[in-house]
């Protein structure tokens, strides 16, 4: 297995557990905080979806977000800012509506699945940006994958506490 197809099943199975963990939720358990200063699922789900339209697109490919290109801000009408939020920030920011934001996940997620597809194993060792950052595109991808993986954690953690045990 190389470091394409590697990138390739990480994300696949990041992907197939978080279809998994939001399934059922209803839009008051995705919107749900266990205190003011922590994340909802929504705002995790976020992002981490706009976190790899970032990378993806604007970092690697020097072309503009899925956010911005497909109208994914005002679809959710959410801010442009994807992180270090205030804790009245956080409070304030507008949950979408939960089918809309995996829709702007799996159009995300189609976009990268379709750009890690299309280059060669050999591009993941090109370092895109740098006048900003020594990162070659297979260790972004790599960085990308692994917080996906953790917030996807995050989110599964979420709904246990929220809602417990599915039987």
Not at 120 to 128: A, F, G, M, T, Y
Not at 149 to 157: L, S
């Amino acid at each position: 297995m190389d470091a394409k197809e590697l990138l390739l099943m990480s994300l696949k199975e990041s992907h197939d557990y978080l279809t998994k963990t939001l399934d059922g939720l209803t839009q008051e358990e995705s919107a749900w905080s266990p205190s003011p200063e922590c994340n909802s699922i929504s705002f995790i789900l976020w992002h981490t979806t706009r976190v790899e339209d970032f990378f993806v697109n604007r970092v690697i490919r020097r072309e503009k977000e899925l956010y911005e290109t497909k109208n994914w801000q005002e679809k959710l009408g959410t801010p442009t800012k994807a992180y270090q939020y205030t804790v009245e920030e956080l409070q304030a920011w507008p949950a979408p509506k939960l089918e809309v934001l995996i829709e702007y996940a799996n159009s995300v997620r189609e976009n990268t699945l379709a750009f890690l597809n299309s280059i060669s194993l050999e591009r993941l060792s090109e370092v895109p940006r740098p006048d900003r950052s020594p990162d070659s595109i297979g260790a972004m991808l790599g960085h990308v994958s692994t917080e996906i993986a953790m917030h996807v954690g995050q989110i599964a953690y979420l709904r246990g506490m929220k809602r417990g045990l599915d039987k």
